[in-house]
Structure formats: structure tokens, C-alpha cells
């Protein structure tokens, strides 16, 4: 088992920034790889971005070049520094985690909220 603790969230205003963090603890070493999700209301849960063990990085089309997944391993910490930030991306904010197994494990889920 994964736990996964989320920090970092809050109220910014059209084009500010936010940088949020996930801690794992428990079983680290299955983790294969890291990453966030974020779910709208009235939405679906979608992949904003992910980072695997060997730094292989995917990003949603919607906030490529302005989010950046980063992931320190020691920690077993994965980032996401949101830049120029819009009100679509005012959403809760999941941390993820997957092993070999395909197995998901989430956090508790942190709001983003963008004003304009």
C-alpha cells in the first residue's frame, strides 16, 4: 500500500502560480511512477501530468508549457509548478501514484482555484 499526502493548493488570481507537492510513505519502492489529476466540477477526473521512475514526463495538451512535473526520489515527492494559471484550470487536484501492477493509489485531493 501507497499513502499519499498533498500540499499546496489555494485562491491565486488569473496568470499566478502555484506549486504543489505529494509525499508517498508505505510501500515506495513499488511506485513506478508519480503524477497529478485533476477533476472539474461537473467533469471528469483527467491526467494533468506524470513523471515515471526514469524522468519520462507526460503532460495534458491543455497545460503543457506552463506546468512542470518534477519528482525527487529520495523523498519520494512529486511536484507540480503551475505557471500562468487560468480559471479552467480551477479544479481539485489529485496526486497519483501507480506500481508495476497497474495498481492506482490517491491522495486526498487539494482545490486550485482560479480567479479572473
Known amino acids: 500500500q501507497v499513502q499519499l499526502v498533498e500540499s499546496g493548493g489555494g485562491l491565486v488570481q488569473l496568470g499566478g502560480s502555484l506549486r504543489l507537492s505529494c509525499a508517498a510513505s508505505?510501500?515506495?519502492?513499488?511506485?513506478?511512477?508519480m503524477g497529478w489529476y485533476r477533476q472539474a466540477p461537473g467533469k471528469q477526473r483527467e491526467l494533468v501530468a506524470e513523471?515515471?521512475?526514469?524522468?519520462?514526463?507526460t503532460y495534458a495538451d491543455s497545460v503543457k508549457g506552463r506546468f512542470t512535473v518534477s519528482r525527487d526520489a529520495a523523498k519520494s515527492t512529486v511536484y507540480l509548478q503551475m505557471n500562468s494559471l487560468k480559471p479552467e484550470d480551477t479544479a481539485v487536484y489529485y496526486c497519483?501514484?501507480?506500481?508495476?501492477?497497474?495498481?492506482?493509489?490517491w491522495g486526498q485531493g487539494t482545490q486550485v482555484t482560479v480567479s479572473s
Open positions: 497519483n501514484a501507480r506500481d508495476a501492477r497497474f495498481s492506482y493509489y
Open positions: 513523471i515515471t521512475n526514469g524522468g519520462i514526463m
Open positions: 508505505g510501500s515506495i519502492s513499488s511506485i513506478n511512477a
